[in-house]
């Protein structure tokens, strides 16, 4: 399967401050990201969706101000949660996908505590 | 919307018994499903796909099984190992929209 890597794996950080989170695509282009986030023993859940070289396409209910999404290169996307607050302690999950692959796949997600 | 969802939100089986893991869909015109797999702390990890045209596939230790008559699958793991805990989750690929997900059957490994 296609390899993906998140930086950093856990962040802790204060209420106020920023955190960026990056997800890299190791070999395979990946034309469209989605990020998720998953809350202590739920399912996933779809925060954005964004196609390289485009402005992010967000999901009812998330702050699109608050969670800046770059995807500015085929291989790079990063989450900037700003402003951080004890509620958007999640786990944030990355999932590129190619053009040419039906299937998503998946980074190892980064824990985000704001204490 | 889903247009998958899970039977069973857990499920406790015996090392070395087999387990199996249902899901059903409600989109007769699927094509395509994934399973994945959810270990604590990281995230899914792909484990088998299946395509209608089949109504089987194996791999390593698991088998998907697939009726379309009835909108079903089942991921089929063999000899469950703890390493096998986990919670399993089965996806229908929807084109270029992104995969969403049900609860999940969260499986537990009795040693």
């Known amino acids: 399967g296609a390899v993906v890597s998140q930086h950093p794996s856990r962040v802790i950080c204060k209420s106020g401050t920023s955190v960026k989170i990056e997800c890299r695509s190791l070999?395979?282009?990946?034309?469209?990201m989605f990020w998720y986030r998953q809350f202590p023993k739920q399912s996933l859940m779809l925060m954005a969706t964004?196609?390289?070289?485009?402005?992010?396409?967000?999901e009812q209910g998330v702050e699109k101000d608050k969670f800046l999404i770059n995807h500015a290169s085929l291989t790079l996307s990063t989450l900037t949660v700003t402003s951080a607050h004890p509620e958007d302690s999640s786990f944030y999950i990355c999932?590129?996908?190619?053009?040419?692959?039906?299937?998503?796949?998946f980074g190892p997600g980064t824990r985000l505590t704001v204490l | 919307g889903e247009n998958v969802g899970l039977h069973l939100p857990t499920l406790s089986v015996q090392e070395g018994d087999n387990s199996i893991i249902n899901c059903a869909y409600s989109?007769?015109?699927?094509?395509?499903f994934i399973w994945y797999k959810q270990e604590s702390g990281k995230g899914p990890q792909f484990i088998i796909d299946?395509?209608?045209?089949?109504d089987k596939r194996q791999g390593q230790r698991v088998t998907v099984l697939l009726n379309k008559t009835v909108k079903h699958l089942s991921l089929q793991i063999a000899a469950t190992q703890p390493g096998d805990s986990a919670v399993y989750f089965c996806?229908?690929?929807?084109?270029?929209?992104?995969?969403?997900f049900g609860k999940g059957t969260r499986l537990s490994v009795i040693a």
């Open positions: 999932s590129p996908r190619g053009s040419h692959l039906d299937t998503q796949y």
């Open positions: 070999d395979f282009q990946a034309t469209t």
């Open positions: 964004s196609n390289e070289g485009s402005k992010a396409t967000y």
């Open positions: 989109n007769s015109a699927s094509d395509y």
């Open positions: 299946i395509r209608s045209n089949m």
């Open positions: 996806a229908e690929p929807p084109g270029n929209t992104p995969l969403v």
